[in-house]
């Protein structure tokens, strides 16, 4: 533990959200810019209709759908970091508790806004709770990511509140003082309300995980209830979990070497937790490689019939560049990097991080839409652009305006509130003194 | 000299682009093909069929939308007399118009009768006048216990009805869109006393629910009578008995009847979890009211 | 003056009476009726007709041929389904050429673009040394259908008489159906239809004739329930010019393309008859006669296609 005694107002005024600089202006602009962009490709969209897609009846899902399935991925990183590592008596995450309770929140808003812009009739989307069949996988998506965004937001909140004290600390009440006020004025800080704080945050700790297994899971089965060659699989909801892990872990290695780079907190995210995390994302890395293999070799190994044209187009048909630089490029070789110690260091693993959150991304839709195009029945008789999919430009630039968008929530976060757990790291300190 | 010249070139000119005027007209102009054909049911109600289509590249389309004029005779001009409607034909090309009770007497002076379908001329077609010939008949129809159908035709010859022989008869029993026939024989032929015979072979048929079936005995297209259609009840079918277990409850079935097993499973775990974060809220609320009770105390 | 015409013609205007009075007192409507006419009820608006004797008769404006418009039915009913039918198809793929004529009469009378076919004729070359054929392929209206079982707003719908159907003003658009369909017949409507006239889009929306067709929702092949209820036979059916296709209902045992009419349980034992893709359980309702015995080449179909 390379960690140096700070005193308490140190570390206070370490942490304490700080205005942008000069590169903070430039990247939320552009942050900015893809989010007009991709939301007047959506206005486009509502009025021409889905026609402004590269979408049509065979391939009928496409990048929206696979965004959706990776921002649902990512948000589980939430339960990882937080719950999981928290309940297992882990101490050392305790900085990276809020940056992946951040990610969760975002990433699973904006999974709930690419489904609405995915969808056809977004003027009906009341007809989803007037009318739901309960028998339908996507009324058990809507379910969970409903719940799961609620637990998230708690686990958000509620270790928020000591923070809030310490924003509020002598600052009059006026522009964004007043929501801090709103949120957490009635903190005090007392030994009761840290007796119930404590309960709510194991209680939701235990809660999030069964919720988080199922969001996935429950997301995977919008393919694997089908009979399709590549979704016809029992596999499916592990491999999603698997796969879920491996991308949010990549994700908030990014996240960490950015804030800390950026926030110069080098005392409280240490090369120890880069350390600490790499081994995770390793082991996460091995489990979703395990799953990949056994997805991939066995229906290999049998060729029956409605695979041959699908497992071909993979591995050396029209997908098999993405094929494999998602699985070299994603998976095996950030694997291999960061097996070793000099590979877990700060840098290292920011770049690897990129590679797996990028291979994660292209992974997904490389489940969603090669399955689409190598239907049971010929395609015959549609026009030629119907046996293609390449996203037009609405559609990338809608993702990439949602990619934004969840990443400029996760920027106007850490602008105003702490992104590391002020209280959480003195009373840690603490402890670490007392010793 | 000059003027000679003039004159003749606008007199060729004016031909040429008459010509030509004509010649584009009947360029657009596709031929129309009106088809009429006569209907009878239980030698009773009776009703006239008119299809019209056009030649389009090759191809034949339905002509929607065409005012097609019927009558009952037609006189020593070819047209027609005796108006029994103007219909317009719909989607299909298909009009239908039955015969009005104002037109009784000329109906009853002859047993032979002459529909004849005129349309006019219009943008699209040129003008059409199609006929049929009819002469009034009759099938009857009867049945013995041990399923032998027996049918009479008969034509209305000199105020009475006499047999005909050599008309093509169908038996059949009554299915949705078509009617099956009641053994392996095509159909048959009326002899001398205008009857066919046949047996009813097809056992085992479902009826309706008392196990009727509707046997029939036609006359399809036939050149001198139309089309004749003659239906029957008997009783020759199998009971059918109306499955009233559909609306069970599947996975397929509407949102009101999901599967048991889904509903509990399902309904448990939304009240277990909701149920916990509404304790969390509740303990966030008792957080709440301990901060603004310690407020008031410091104060 | 013959007694004996008089009496079988009072006979049978008796029958024809008693059926009208029966089919107007039922009060639980029987599968067969046993008047003049298919299951139509009647309206009690009576028409003045001259017979074929030249007596004046009246007839129920209902039982009146050919079936004119039929009332509008309510969306309970048409999710309901008719009573007592079970439909069924059967297609005799020994007699298909791709001459296409069934799709065009179906795209006609939907007002559906011909890039979205309901009706898909597809050229099956299976293996390398067995007989390629072209397949008509309609929706199967799956007695377990998957497309039913993922939609979330209830929008498409299976109904008692087997017939599944999409409700268009309730389709939310997530193409979950079209994901789950393995007969990939569903098509969705990317754009504003333009085979829909003004006039039309404004028409309420009809499940049983499925138009308008409306954007951002799904389409599909319907089993045309607006004929059936008219005891008339589907487009496609009537439009093949070899008889292909034949439409019948299970409950009577018998299908029919209009001229021919076979029994269905002696049609498929004795020819063969088979489902597309059975073993994934689907229990789809449209059979298909094995293509032998066929007087006309393959290829045939193929200069078609790219005329």
Request: charged share 25%; glycine share 4%; hydrophobic share 35%.
């Given at each position: 533990m390379e960690k140096i005694s700070l005193t308490d107002e140190q570390v206070v005024s370490d942490l304490l959200p700080k205005k942008f600089g000069k590169l903070g202006m430039v990247w939320v602009a552009i942050l900015i810019v893809f989010c007009l962009v991709g939301f007047f490709a959506y206005c486009r969209q509502l009025k021409y209709g889905l026609i402004v897609t590269s979408m049509r009846d065979y391939a009928s899902w496409g990048i929206y759908i696979s965004n959706f399935v990776f921002f649902v991925a990512i948000s589980l990183v939430g339960s990882l970091i937080t719950a999981v590592l928290r309940l297992s008596g882990v101490h050392w995450s305790t900085p990276l508790t809020r940056i992946a309770e951040i990610i969760a929140v975002s990433a699973i808003t904006f999974a709930s806004l690419i489904i609405i812009v995915d969808m056809?009739?977004?003027?009906?989307?009341y007809n989803l709770f007037l009318?739901?069949?309960?028998?339908?996988p996507i009324i058990w998506d809507v379910t969970v990511i409903i719940t799961y965004f609620f637990i998230s937001i708690l686990l958000l909140y509620i270790p928020l509140l000591p923070d809030m004290k310490i924003l509020l600390a002598g600052k009059e009440k006026k522009g964004i003082y007043k929501l801090y006020s709103f949120l957490g004025s009635f903190w005090k800080g007392t030994h009761l309300q840290f007796r119930i704080s404590k309960r709510a945050i194991n209680i939701l700790c235990i809660a999030i995980v069964p919720i988080a297994f199922s969001i996935h899971t429950v997301t995977s089965w919008l393919f694997a209830t089908t009979y399709r060659p590549g979704w016809d699989s029992t596999n499916f909801g592990a491999y999603f979990i698997a796969g879920a892990f491996l991308a949010g872990a990549g994700a908030v290695n990014v996240a960490m070497y950015v804030f800390r780079k950026y926030y110069k907190l080098e005392n409280y995210i240490t090369n120890d937790h880069f350390d600490k995390m790499g081994k995770i994302t390793v082991m996460l890395g091995m489990l979703y490689l395990y799953f990949n293999v056994n997805e991939y070799l066995t229906p290999y190994f049998k060729m029956k019939k409605p695979e041959v044209a699908f497992l071909n187009s993979l591995f050396v048909g029209q997908f098999s560049v993405i094929f494999w630089s998602a699985i070299f490029g994603g998976m095996i070789i950030p694997m291999i990097i960061l097996l070793f110690k000099r590979g877990r260091r700060p840098l290292p693993m920011f770049i690897c991080g990129i590679m797996i959150v990028v291979g994660a991304w292209f992974k997904r839709f490389l489940i969603v839409t090669p399955t689409l195009l190598q239907p049971f029945l010929p395609m015959h008789?549609?026009?030629?652009?119907?046996?293609h999919y390449f996203p037009s430009w609405e559609e990338w630039s809608i993702a990439l305006g949602s990619l934004a968008g969840a990443l400029l929530v996760i920027t106007f976060f850490a602008r105003f509130f702490p992104i590391i757990p002020i209280q959480e790291t003195i009373i840690e300190q603490h402890e670490k003194q007392n010793h | 000299m000059k003027s000679k010249i003039i004159n003749i070139s606008i007199w060729v000119f004016l031909i040429l682009v008459a010509g030509l005027s004509v010649k584009g007209q009947d360029a657009e102009k596709s031929p129309l093909i009106v088809t009429l054909s006569y209907f009878t049911v239980n030698n009773d109600y009776q009703y006239l069929k008119v299809n019209a289509k056009s030649k389009v590249e090759g191809k034949f389309q339905p002509a929607a939308g065409v005012e097609i004029q019927l009558y009952l005779n037609k006189d020593s001009t070819g047209k027609g007399v005796g108006l029994i409607g103007k219909v317009i034909t719909n989607e299909k090309g298909n009009a239908a118009a039955n015969i009005p009770p104002a037109l009784k007497q000329t109906w009853d002076l002859s047993p032979n009768h002459t529909f004849v379908a005129v349309t006019d001329k219009s943008k699209k077609f040129d003008e059409t006048n199609t006929d049929i010939s009819i002469a009034k008949a009759k099938i009857t129809v009867d049945t013995t216990d041990d399923k032998n159908v027996t049918a009479t035709f008969t034509e209305f010859k000199d105020n009475k009805w006499v047999p005909v022989k050599g008309v093509d008869i169908k038996l059949g029993i009554k299915r949705l869109g078509g009617d099956l026939l009641i053994n392996d024989d095509q159909s048959y032929t009326t002899d001398s006393l205008g009857k066919v015979k046949g047996e009813f072979k097809k056992i085992g048929m479902p009826g309706d629910e008392h196990g009727n079936i509707m046997l029939v005995a036609k006359v399809e297209d036939n050149d001198q009578y139309g089309n004749l259609r003659v239906e029957r009840s008997e009783p020759w079918g199998v009971k059918f008995v109306a499955d009233?277990?559909?609306?069970?409850?599947?996975?397929?079935?509407?949102?009101?009847?999901?599967?048991v097993w889904l509903v509990v499973i399902a309904y448990s775990i939304l009240i277990a979890v909701w149920g916990t974060l509404i304790y969390l809220v509740f303990l966030l609320i008792k957080i709440r009211t301990l901060g603004k009770q310690e407020e008031k105390n410091q104060a | 003056m013959d007694t004996n015409n008089t009496s079988r013609k009072e006979f049978l205007a008796g029958l024809v009476t008693t059926g009208l009075v029966l089919a107007g007192c039922s009060s639980k409507k029987s599968p067969f009726e046993m008047a003049a006419s298919e299951d139509v009820k009647a309206t009690g608006e009576k028409v003045k007709l001259l017979s074929v004797d030249g007596e004046v008769i009246e007839v129920d404006k209902?039982?009146?041929?050919?079936?004119p418009n039929m009332p509008t039915i309510s969306n309970s009913e048409e999710r309901k389904g008719i009573p007592g039918k079970k439909f069924v198809m059967v297609i005799d793929?020994?007699?298909?050429?791709?001459?296409r004529k069934c799709q065009s009469a179906c795209n006609h009378m939907h007002h559906i673009h011909s890039n979205l076919n309901w009706l898909k004729v597809y050229p099956m070359d299976e293996g390398e040394h067995t007989a390629p054929y072209w397949q008509p392929t309609t929706c199967m209206h799956c007695d377990e259908p998957p497309c039913v079982k993922v939609c979330p707003v209830d929008a498409t719908f299976k109904r008692e008489d087997g017939i599944v159907l999409i409700d268009s003003d309730r389709c939310v658009g997530c193409r979950f159906c079209m994901a789950a369909c393995p007969y990939s017949i569903r098509v969705f409507n990317w754009e504003k239809p333009d085979t829909v006239s003004e006039e039309l889009a404004h028409k309420p929306y009809d499940c049983e004739t499925s138009m308008p067709q409306k954007m951002g929702t799904v389409g599909k092949c319907d089993f045309c329930p607006d004929m059936a209820r008219k005891g008339e036979l589907p487009h496609c059916v009537s439009a093949c010019p070899n008889g292909t296709f034949f439409f019948g209902d299970l409950n009577e045992d018998s299908v029919t393309n209009g001229a021919e009419t076979f029994r269905f349980s002696d049609l498929i034992k004795d020819k063969a008859g088979y489902r597309l893709m059975d073993d994934l359980g689907t229990k789809p309702s449209v059979y298909y006669l094995p293509p032998v015995a066929r007087n006309f080449p393959f290829e045939k179909g193929m200069e078609i296609d790219k005329g």
């Open positions: 056809g009739r977004p003027d009906r989307f009318y739901g069949r309960l028998q339908s008789n549609v026009p030629e652009s119907y046996k | 009233n277990d559909f609306f069970h409850r599947a996975l397929w079935a509407s949102r009101f009847n999901s599967p | 209902a039982f009146l041929k050919p079936v793929l020994s007699r298909c050429k791709n001459l």
